[in-house]
């Protein structure tokens, strides 16, 4: 590179070899035309032209399981699935056997109560609904806080939030609930939702007053006698979800992939151990 002349001032600050009479706007140095960055008004140099360029926003979740697509495919497949199962329990003839054979209590995963051992049915019963305001209710909120978390989580982190949640709420029921009482709903999935939300709003310094005043609504509608709400479902959803949403928060760097799919599986192996121990008792 040649060494650039005395009067440097008519020269580019980048390239001291080539003559230029053209200045930055914003900074006042010259620039030749390969270090010039058109602007509004005249030019810019390559550093101003980089200061002004907006900051792209970073991306929450920087992980293997983030999803590219803007569609929520997962919430919208959930949806269908539900709506569905709600079709065919709706279907005269049929339908009060299909909730009868997808719907969950804890008889079916605690022998010698007489019911044969289904443990599936504490996953089929979250897509089975006992009514069409409890399905809109259900799918409402799982079409808004599903979208929400699914775009930050990504499809295979959301989908493993609430199939866990799901069985969160069947294994309170299992633990809390007369092993006779039937229940079917997407509820305890719901509040895991909610619970993971909340938890990774918190984290990124999220407000939650209106999150909280939500749970805390439909918390209380469930101990309402005669309503034939299974609030075991909602509070063992809640308190997976929760969990998990800590786990998300805490290990939410690429490189603790394998700590984070790890704890998943730890969760997912301790709701299967408490029902196992309920079992056993």
């Not at 650039?4 to 914003?26: E, I, K, M, W």
């Not at 089975?128 to 982190?157: C, D, K, P, S, V």
């Not at 969160?168 to 229940?183: E, H, K, R, T, Y």
């Not at 805390?216 to 063992?236: E, K």
């Amino acid at each position: 590179m040649s060494q650039a002349p005395v009067d440097a001032d008519n020269y580019c600050y980048r390239h001291p070899g080539r003559q230029s009479f053209v200045l930055c706007q914003r900074c006042g140095k010259t620039v030749c035309p390969e270090c010039q960055v058109q602007a509004a008004v005249g030019v810019h140099c390559v550093d101003c032209a980089r200061q002004n360029r907006p900051a792209r926003p970073k991306p929450r979740f920087v992980t293997a399981f983030r999803s590219t697509s803007t569609q929520p495919v997962v919430t919208y497949s959930l949806i269908g699935v539900a709506a569905f199962f709600f079709v065919l329990q709706s279907v005269p003839g049929i339908g009060s056997s299909v909730t009868q054979a997808l719907q969950y209590a804890g008889a079916y995963t605690q022998p010698g109560l007489g019911a044969p051992l289904e443990p599936w049915r504490m996953i089929t019963s979250i897509f089975m609904h006992g009514g069409i305001f409890h399905l809109l209710f259900n799918m409402y909120a799982l079409f808004i806080f599903g979208q929400l978390l699914e775009h930050t989580l990504g499809r295979a982190r959301y989908l493993t939030l609430f199939l866990l949640s799901g069985l969160g709420g069947s294994v309170a029921v299992d633990l809390i609930a007369s092993p006779f009482q039937g229940v079917v709903g997407a509820s305890g999935a719901i509040f895991g939702l909610m619970g993971a939300y909340f938890v990774i709003q918190r984290h990124l310094g999220g407000t939650n007053i209106q999150l909280l005043v939500l749970v805390g609504i439909n918390l209380v509608i469930g101990f309402i006698p005669g309503l034939g709400i299974a609030w075991q479902a909602h509070l063992g959803g809640l308190a997976a979800g929760a969990l998990m949403g800590l786990i998300f928060t805490k290990t939410r760097n690429v490189r603790q992939k394998n700590t984070q799919i790890l704890l998943l599986v730890a969760t997912g192996v301790a709701l299967v151990g408490l029902t196992v121990a309920k079992a056993l008792v």
